[in-house]
């Protein structure tokens, strides 16, 4: 059974940065697609980053629009682990943000029923 663990949330200004990390256990070997979405009160879940995870050299990743140029994926292999880098955090970033995985390609990336595996969630509160 897969789990995934994030930590990393909390309260920064706007303009601040955070980190979240996504630990995975009983992921099994090969290519799986692990990554964020996140959730804001009143509004649907959004995807905001995912990376091709496992297996070969190349990684691809997934970033949505609002995100691109602040926000950098990354992992950890040998941890099974997935991160987030948030840069220049604005108020509308605020949300709950869940790490998520599947097995095999991330396409389509943002199809949330796809995606088998979800973590408890971790709070990320921007103030203007």
């Known amino acids: 059974q897969v789990q995934l663990v994030e930590s990393g949330g909390g309260s920064v200004q706007a303009g601040g940065s955070l980190r979240l990390s996504c630990a995975a256990s009983g992921v099994t070997y090969g290519r799986n697609c692990m990554g964020w979405f996140r959730q804001a009160p009143g509004k649907e879940r959004e995807g905001v980053a995912v990376?091709?995870?496992?297996?070969?050299?190349?990684?691809?990743?997934y970033y949505a629009d609002s995100v691109k140029g602040r926000f950098t994926i990354s992992q950890d292999n040998a941890k099974n682990t997935v991160y987030l880098q948030m840069n220049s955090l604005k108020p509308e970033d605020t949300a709950m943000y869940y790490c998520?995985?599947?097995?095999?390609?991330?396409?389509?990336?943002?199809?949330?029923?796809?995606?088998?595996?979800w973590g408890q969630g971790t709070q990320v509160t921007v103030s203007s």
């Open positions: 990376i091709d995870a496992g297996g070969g050299s190349t990684y691809y990743a």
């Open positions: 998520a995985a599947k097995a095999g390609s991330c396409r389509p990336e943002w199809l949330i029923p796809s995606y088998a595996y």
